[in-house]
């Protein structure tokens, strides 16, 4: 099985940075895009950014030029958040595709304040 385990997240100022690292475990398997989203109480899970095997990239309106993904192998991803603002505040998931379905981080709290 595959298994993701984020780390990085807590509290900063507006204007701030964090970087959030996600490393996947386990055997016998590949994954093919990896990626974060963010959930904020009381509404749905979106996507903020997303990063091929091949390293294409996909971002979110609202963080570009702000947030960057990174990809160092087939299996750990990174997101670099600069310019931080309180509308980032939410608990951020990592997200793995396999040839097995989606596999899901147990999210990482980030909280911006103002």
């Known amino acids: 099985q595959v298994q993701l385990v984020e780390s990085g997240g807590g509290l900063v100022q507006t204007g701030g940075s964090l970087r959030l690292s996600c490393a996947a475990s386990?055997?016998?398997?590949?994954?093919?895009?990896m990626g974060w989203y963010r959930q904020v109480p009381g509404k749905q899970r979106e996507l903020v950014a997303v990063i091929t095997r091949g390293g294409y990239t996909t971002y979110a309106d609202s963080v570009k030029g702000r947030f960057t993904i990174s990809r160092d192998n087939a299996k750990n991803t990174g997101l670099q958040m600069n310019s931080l603002k309180p509308e980032d505040t939410a608990v951020y998931y990592c997200?793995?595709?396999?040839?097995?379905?989606?596999?899901w981080g147990q999210g990482t709290q980030v909280t911006v304040s103002s």
């Open positions: 386990g055997s016998g398997f590949s994954i093919n895009t």
């Open positions: 997200n793995a595709q396999t040839a097995y379905g989606a596999v």
